[in-house]
């Protein structure tokens, strides 16, 4: 229901926003995150770096318990809560997306990495996962039990398949077209659910437990820096502008408040 | 005993159903006829016949969808259940027709193929095909369905492992009648309730019931549904002796951990699968693949393929294809007589009766609240007499064992429960009225209502009509047992055969007795006259042995087959004002 809210709201922003914006494309329209009409990867010398802390405004809410229906020989070893809303030290906020909406050329995808998502225990990790457009995901079941994978795309074909026990690694296939973030539910869990964001460059970054992000080798230039969150939703209508100088460093937090349902 | 009876039909229909699969799989491969392009024609024929339900955009938001479960298809994402394509994939030309054509039993989605030509049910699949842009250009890959497994008993003893290893038991429950620990918690990419077939009931899959489709089905999965792709559930290209041999790698590698040897041989099984998975997700991606590669990817398939079959055959032996034939004319419900005692309810003796008798249910939509999306369909009913009593074992399926609890939606306390009805007085003849079929009229009915959190209890009660039911102060002594397994309850219910009580109904033997059936799933909000009810039946007391052959058969057949159209005529009636 939460998410349905966030989705609405946002589309209802994204709508504005990107009228505004005249961005490409024709799916804009569900997103939640905002991509450059194109993007050109190029070695970049002298970049600069954004950082920052994001921090939830307010009393911290109640965080709820999940109610492990199933399997709790294994889902149940140890409690699960509900991760919309994660805070850290100083009320910061994990699981942010912090990023640049309007770069459009920049550094590369670093070459190698591998993308990983864990379900172990019952439980999504990471719950919010950038994913550059054109990568395989790995999906890690080291439970023995049954889950499934389905991912709620738009932009990108419908994906659901199961990943019994003994598929300790299953590797599923990469997306064309940056989207997102989408919900990822196991339907076996009801309770386990986190997000996958397919980028098209790699400014992007997810806030740590204690609400700290980092963009770097940032070529110099003025940026729209956006963000996302699951409770807090986006400032898509209104990012904030940074300007990056060679090799220079710029602080920019954010206060989100969670968003009336 | 149920079982039994499924069975016989089941060598009958399966019998046919090779013969017709032999015919039909040589045109199996075609991907079948193509749609014209988008016309006038195509939407004023959608506008009239298909957007009250569907939406004129084809969002699935129509005048009439607000009350439908499952809901119209929201046309504007390109998610469809049914397909002979490839997880992921969108639907052939071929599958829209075809799902037009047929609808989707089990859903409110008409079949066309009478109302609409051929011609006008292609040019509706042109025309929704036009409200998602991702069909331009798109040519689906088709789920290979040539290397079919012959249905047999081997194939079905394969199939039944497979369906518990994969998770199949997780959402259609250990038997397969949808009542899996999963089940309730399921919703549908809109966020509308979503429940798992009941897989007894063959004539509600949405696609068909061949042994092609529930293959297509699973390979395929159920888009937009929580019914996942099970194609990556095998680990593709190893041998059966290499996937044991991982599966006790990984166990020890939970366990003790492993030596540096098998730590080795464990990374070199997982290169295997991971290289021919590269192939498969090379397919998937789009990637055209060097005829080496396919032909690796084709005998690496292969297997899975087969084993996919027998899970198909094992899924197809659960229950018959057609809905059982409503307790009518020859089929009507006979207690018999039965000398030796009655049984209890787990006695062997209710095998003696080989043919259950089927009562349909539907929602009660005539009076509010009401129950448009009923979750239990049916209840069958065995029943035998002696010179004092008489006993009936009633069943029905519930995907959930639902006890008193309050609802989400409505904040009322909501249980599964059964009530059965009687008049009080029998009717003379086919002339002389009944009470009104939901909870009588200023003829009274007589009622025994069982609910779950009392299941060894049956209370009599009395009604004239809606609202008025109350209890009977002098309950007779009814011996009564509820039990829940696998999805189903069964009842079993024992009375004398007369009583003193004149609000009561009296048994004898030769006598059509009308009986009628109210069934509440909690879980389904069902609350008062939220519930699916039946119309009135009739059963009678088979005459004393002496001449057990001797038959009534066209005044049975003539007031049931009556007392059918009285219903729905009623129903119809009520639901235009
Ligand atoms: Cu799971």
Do not use: C
């Given at each position: 229901m939460k998410t349905q809210v966030v989705t609405i709201l946002t589309l209802l922003i994204a709508c504005v926003y990107v009228t505004a914006a005249t961005a490409a494309g024709g799916d804009e329209a569900v997103e939640s995150l905002v991509f450059p009409a194109s993007y050109k990867a190029m070695s970049v010398s002298n970049g600069g770096t954004i950082s920052g802390t994001v921090t939830f405004d307010g009393a911290a809410p109640e965080i709820k318990k999940l109610e492990i229906t199933k399997d709790a020989q294994v889902c149940g070893k140890t409690d699960k809560f509900d991760e919309s809303i994660v805070l850290g030290e100083g009320n910061g906020l994990k699981n942010t997306i912090v990023y640049l909406m309007d770069i459009s050329s920049g550094a590369d995808f670093p070459s190698g990495a591998k993308y990983e998502m864990d379900q172990k225990g019952c439980q999504f990790d990471p719950h919010v996962r950038l994913l550059p457009i054109g990568q395989r995901l790995t999906m890690i079941n080291p439970d023995r039990i049954n889950h499934n994978v389905h991912i709620f795309s738009d932009a990108n074909p419908a994906f659901n398949k199961s990943q019994p026990g003994t598929r300790r690694k299953m590797n599923i296939k990469a997306v064309k077209k940056a989207e997102g973030p989408v919900s990822v539910k196991c339907d076996v869990h009801g309770w386990m659910n986190a997000w996958i964001a397919y980028i098209p460059h790699p400014y992007f970054a997810v806030t740590d437990e204690n609400g700290k992000y980092t963009l770097d080798n940032v070529p110099p230039g003025t940026y729209q820096l956006g963000y996302w969150q699951e409770a807090c939703g986006t400032n898509k209508d209104a990012p904030v502008s940074v300007t990056v100088e060679a090799g220079g460093t710029v602080t920019q937090d954010f206060t989100l408040a969670k968003m009336s349902k | 005993m149920e079982k039994q009876s499924y069975k016989n039909t089941l060598l009958i229909v399966i019998g046919n159903l090779i013969l017709l699969l032999a015919v039909f799989s040589i045109t199996a491969f075609a991907q079948g006829k193509t749609a014209p392009a988008a016309s006038e024609e195509g939407k004023a024929l959608y506008d009239d016949k298909c957007a009250h339900c569907h939406g004129i955009e084809g969002a699935g938001d129509g005048s009439a969808a607000e009350n439908l479960l499952p809901r119209p298809r929201d046309f504007t994402r390109g998610l469809y259940k049914i397909r002979s394509t490839e997880s992921g994939q969108l639907p052939t030309d071929q599958d829209l027709f075809d799902i037009i054509s047929n609808g989707m039993p089990g859903s409110s989605m008409p079949a066309w193929s009478e109302i609409l030509s051929e011609g006008e049910q292609w040019q509706l699949v042109a025309h929704i095909k036009a409200f998602y842009d991702g069909f331009e250009g798109a040519s689906p890959r088709l789920i290979d369905v040539s290397g079919k497994v012959p249905y047999s008993e081997e194939s079905i003893a394969q199939g039944k492992e497979f369906y518990t290893n994969l998770g199949c038991v997780d959402c259609h429950g250990v038997i397969g009648r949808g009542d899996g620990t999963s089940a309730p918690d399921l919703a549908d990419e809109w966020g509308f309730r979503s429940w798992p077939a009941n897989l007894w009931e063959q004539w509600n899959y949405r696609g068909g019931s061949t042994t092609e489709d529930i293959f297509k089905r699973f390979i395929g999965g159920i888009a937009g549904s929580p019914m996942p792709s099970f194609i990556s559930s095998f680990?593709?290209?190893?041998?059966?002796?290499?996937?044991?041999?991982?599966?006790?790698?990984?166990?020890?590698?939970?366990?003790?951990?492993?030596?540096?040897?098998?730590?080795?041989?464990?990374?070199?099984?997982?290169?295997?699968?991971?290289?021919?998975?590269?192939?498969?997700?090379?397919?998937?991606?789009?990637?055209?693949?060097?005829?080496?590669?396919?032909?690796?990817?084709?005998?690496?398939?292969?297997?899975?393929?087969?084993?996919?079959?027998?899970?198909?055959?094992?899924?197809?032996?659960?229950?018959?294809?057609?809905?059982?034939?409503?307790?009518?004319?020859?089929?009507?419900?006979?207690?018999?007589?039965?000398?030796?005692?009655?049984?209890?309810?787990?006695?062997?003796?209710?095998?003696?009766?080989?043919?259950?008798?089927?009562?349909?249910?539907?929602?009660?939509?005539?009076?509010?609240?009401?129950?448009?999306?009923?979750?239990?369909?049916?209840?069958?009913?065995?029943?035998?007499?002696?010179?004092?009593?008489?006993?009936?074992?009633?069943?029905?399926?519930?995907?959930?064992?639902?006890?008193?609890?309050?609802?989400?939606?409505?904040?009322?306390?909501?249980?599964?429960?059964?009530?059965?009805?009687?008049?009080?007085?029998?009717?003379?003849?086919?002339?002389?009225?009944?009470?009104?079929?939901i909870y009588g009229d200023s003829r009274p009915v007589y009622l025994w209502s069982w609910k779950v959190a009392e299941p060894s209890t049956v209370i009599e009660m009395n009604a004239k009509g809606i609202g008025t039911a109350t209890v009977q102060a002098d309950q007779a002594p009814i011996q009564a047992e509820g039990v829940y397994k696998d999805g189903q309850y069964q009842l079993w219910i024992k009375r004398s055969l007369t009583t003193e009580d004149r609000n009561d109904v009296q048994f004898a033997p030769g006598v059509f007795i009308p009986i009628a059936f109210s069934a509440w799933d909690g879980s389904n909000g069902d609350v008062k006259t939220k519930r699916a009810i039946s119309t009135w039946y009739t059963f009678v007391l088979d005459p004393v042995p002496s001449n057990k052959r001797f038959v009534y058969p066209p005044l049975v057949a003539l007031i049931s087959v009556g007392l059918l159209f009285g219903l729905r005529s009623s129903v119809r009636r009520r639901q235009n004002t």
């Open positions: - | 680990r593709l290209g190893l041998t059966d002796e290499e996937s044991a041999r991982m599966n006790d790698l990984e166990l020890k590698m939970d366990g003790d951990g492993l030596s540096d040897t098998e730590e080795e041989e464990y990374a070199a099984l997982e290169e295997k699968l991971f290289m021919f998975e590269d192939i498969m997700l090379n397919v998937e991606e789009g990637v055209e693949l060097t005829p080496e590669e396919q032909t690796k990817l084709d005998t690496a398939l292969e297997p899975i393929l087969e084993k996919s079959w027998h899970l198909a055959n094992y899924v197809k032996s659960l229950g018959p294809e057609e809905r059982p034939p409503a307790a009518v004319g020859d089929k009507v419900l006979r207690s018999q007589y039965r000398a030796e005692g009655l049984p209890g309810m787990n006695d062997e003796a209710w095998n003696e009766i080989q043919e259950v008798s089927y009562f349909p249910l539907v929602g009660q939509i005539v009076i509010d609240p009401r129950q448009f999306n009923p979750s239990i369909d049916s209840v069958t009913a065995k029943s035998f007499y002696n010179d004092n009593e008489i006993v009936f074992l009633f069943t029905w399926d519930d995907r959930t064992k639902t006890l008193p609890q309050t609802d989400d939606e409505t904040g009322e306390t909501v249980e599964d429960a059964l009530a059965i009805q009687f008049p009080v007085k029998i009717s003379e003849g086919p002339t002389d009225p009944k009470p009104y079929f």
